[in-house]
């Protein structure tokens, strides 16, 4: 089952300007990630927050995670057409040591 | 290696017939993952393999789909008599260590006709 839902499903932008993706999940947590996927192939890893952070950077991205809302947020600054990729988070928690993944967020930077 | 390596990368199979897909983890990556995706959608856990634990098969499907990891690396998946909705992406994922970030090989893109 899902445990991440993202949201916007979609999301359309001119480069230059901030994306916001959403995402809420269900259960306790140990940490929450950020994944990037182009064309339906291979996962990159972008970045992990852990569950008593509450926000990260890294370069152009800023994660927020909110364990009260069971929420977390991942925003892209000054986004590129090369950004154009689907977004999926993705959590761990518990005894498990697997991941469960959203159903992601499809990102398109218009140049 | 670099990264995790993934083979075939395509495969095109007649419905019956059984498929295997190979993964190489990253070297000394002692977790491995296994995941599938249907066109558009997000990823489902397959198996997990962590060192000499027993693996956790919690995500398989049905009994037509297992899976080893020979001497701690090398991870193959078998489906017997593949069904069309088998077909999607399977994805094969390693790390070193609990807390940290997957890395993910490219898929192989199963196909079933």
């Known amino acids: 089952s899902q445990q991440g839902e993202e949201d916007p499903q979609a999301l359309s932008i001119q480069e230059g300007e901030n994306a916001t993706m959403n995402c809420s999940y269900k259960t306790s947590i140990n940490n929450l990630q950020w994944y990037r996927q182009n064309s339906g192939r291979g996962l990159v890893h972008l970045i992990l927050?852990?569950?008593?952070?509450r926000e990260k950077h890294s370069g152009r991205l800023r994660v927020t995670l909110d364990t009260s809302k069971k929420s977390s947020s991942l925003l892209i600054t000054a986004s590129r057409a090369a950004d154009t990729a689907s977004y999926f988070c993705?959590?761990?928690?518990?005894?498990?040591?697997?991941?469960?993944f959203g159903s992601g967020t499809q990102l398109t930077v218009l140049p | 290696g670099a990264g995790v390596s993934q083979s075939p990368s395509n495969k095109v199979t007649e419905k019956g017939k059984d498929v295997e897909l190979r993964c190489d983890p990253i070297?000394?990556?002692?977790?491995l993952y296994w995941y599938r995706q249907s066109l558009g959608q997000g990823l489902e856990f397959l198996i997990y393999?962590?060192?000499?634990?027993?693996?956790?098969k919690s995500g398989l499907p049905s009994d037509r789909f297992s899976a080893e990891r020979t001497g701690g690396s090398v991870s193959t998946l078998t489906i017997q008599r593949t069904q069309q909705e088998d077909s999607a992406v399977y994805l094969c994922?390693?790390?070193?260590?609990?807390?940290?970030?997957?890395?993910f090989g490219s898929g192989t893109r199963l196909t079933v006709v």
């Open positions: 994922a390693s790390r070193l260590t609990d807390g940290t970030g997957y890395t």
């Open positions: 927050i852990r569950s008593n952070e």
């Open positions: 070297s000394g990556h002692t977790a």
């Open positions: 993705a959590t761990e928690g518990g005894s498990a040591r697997q991941l469960t």
């Open positions: 393999f962590q060192g000499n634990s027993a693996p956790d």
